[in-house]
């Protein structure tokens, strides 16, 4: 298996990455409208989005209580407090968005043979700080282990890139 240059897993990448961009783009569209509801509609005396006889915490092996409990947390909380979330929520699809559309210009150069650049080098760079910040965001442990390991991954690239240099200017 080819992992650079066409018809490779880099250029099946890096289609997955524009319709994964497509599809984040229309979750950031619905989202809010469905976030707003569901801040304005919850109530501490009750929502409109739970029917009587409650299906909230239920799944198919019945009842869960932990998120049974979560939502009633949600509902209590004051209303300036749900308000936050809706600029967290913003900033957290603005990262998802930046970081998958610089890994979809990688995965194009990648496609494109493209590999040891300065270019790549940079965008790992950026990749990898929008990750940690993503990590920061939402206190992800998992997120930041990879944001770490793309700066391992960025300097191995920027050696590379140092190298393939010398040997262009070589020949």
């Known amino acids: 298996m080819k992992y650079f240059g066409k018809k490779s897993l880099s250029s099946v990448m890096a289609v997955v990455m ?3 961009n497509y599809v984040v783009l229309a979750v950031t569209i619905v989202a809010p409208i469905a976030l707003v509801g569901i801040i304005f509609m919850s109530t ?5 989005l739970i029917p009587i006889g409650g299906t909230c915490g239920m ?18 909380l004051p209303m ?11 900033a957290l699809v603005y990262l998802a968005l930046k970081i998958i559309r610089k890994t979809r210009v990688l995965f194009a150069n990648f496609a494109n043979d493209i590999v040891f650049n300065k270019s790549n080098v940079e965008l790992i760079s950026k ?8 990590s920061i965001l939402s ?4 997120s930041l282990l990879i944001g770490i390991v793309l700066l391992l991954v960025c300097e191995l690239i920027r050696t590379g890139a140092s190298l393939q240099e010398e040997i262009d200017l070589t020949i």
Do not use: C
């Open 139 to 142: 206190f992800s442990f998992a």
């Open 80 to 90: 300036l407090t749900k308000l936050i979330i809706i600029p967290y929520f913003f």
């Open 18 to 20: 524009q319709i994964l």
């Open 59 to 76: 799944n198919s092996f019945g009842a869960n209580p932990t998120d049974a409990r979560d939502w009633e947390t949600f509902r209590n």
């Open 127 to 134: 990749i990898s700080k929008l990750t940690i910040a993503i």
């Open 44 to 48: 501490p005396s009750g929502s409109a």
